[in-house]
DNA sequence: GCGGCCATGGACAACCTCGACCGCGGCATT
DNA sequence: AATGCCGCGGTCGAGGTTGTCCATGGCCGC
């Protein structure tokens, strides 16, 4: 993981088709040298996937929310992990300090799929109640991953 | 927009280097058909962009936190935006319902840069108070943008 | 029915990908 | 210093992909 590793990743996260050729002569190495770099770095895990960035309006996820949990007595992230995962409309997620187990970033189609995809989460073991905010606008959008 | 985009769309996700070929296969058409849609998508802005989701650890970018921001009286979405675009450790952001007024999700090197970031985002005008969840640990990370 | 419109599939040249092979420089061992 | 090893980059060529062209066929309004 050097500068041309990094070089490497800026060019693709620009543009993730372009081609080894292009890559390489932007930082100054050959085509086989990048598919090289770039195949490594997949292996590796430091490129997790190569994907595209949709207008989240097209796919008719306008509802967004944040959502507190809060669980009964003590739960590992393991635990929680296998409850949140089974649920699509979870962006994103991850346990927290302060008086909430976790913070689970939610998008849906609309508020009725948001409320059920809600109450399956409510429903799990260990869940005892969810505080939820509903996104009104969305400001800002600068998520990769 | 029809069910073909959506199907390009879904595997362009899984995949965005995938060949023209290999997904006319999967979705029943014929490379140049799905350039074709491809191209279009892209020029439509339905597709933003194509880009690589990296390991957020290889760069560094092990801390996050989710902050609920309460505002002084009533603000304008537009001012909140004029703040945080100005913070780059913001991940994404939008005004809720509930008590607060805005929930950021920020994302930042370590500890000390992350309170520097929030500190920016506190004395801003208008800004009365923050209040943080730090993210213990990831459990699930599939935002796309 | 007819013409225009649009999207598809096929064909082909240009281009890119990707694996094999080779050379170079750093490093440890002898 | 010489040797062998290893990682890394360059070059090359076969095979696959891309991107453009054109002909075809469905669909709609006239």
Tied chains: 1, 2.
Excluded: W
């Excluded at 967004?64 to 007595?73: D, K, L, N, P, S």
């Excluded at 590992?76 to 346990?95: C, Q, S, Y």
């Amino acid at each position: 993981m050097d500068n041309l590793d990094r070089g490497i990743i800026d060019l693709l996260r620009q543009n993730a088709r372009a081609g080894y050729g292009d890559i390489g002569q932007e930082i100054g190495l050959s085509a086989s040298a990048v598919k090289r770099r770039v195949d490594r770095l997949t292996a590796d895990g430091v490129i997790r996937s190569f994907t595209v960035q949709v207008d989240p309006a097209v796919d008719g996820l306008h509802t967004e929310a944040y959502v507190e949990i809060f669980c009964r007595g003590t739960v590992a992230p393991d635990e929680l992990l296998r409850i949140l995962a089974d649920v699509p409309e979870v962006i994103d997620a991850g346990t927290v300090t302060g008086s909430a187990d976790a913070i689970v970033h939610m998008r849906s189609r609309d508020i009725p799929s948001l409320e059920a995809a809600l109450e399956r989460v409510r429903r799990a073991p260990h869940v005892d109640h969810t505080r939820s905010a509903i996104v009104l606008s969305r400001l800002i959008s600068r998520a990769v991953d």
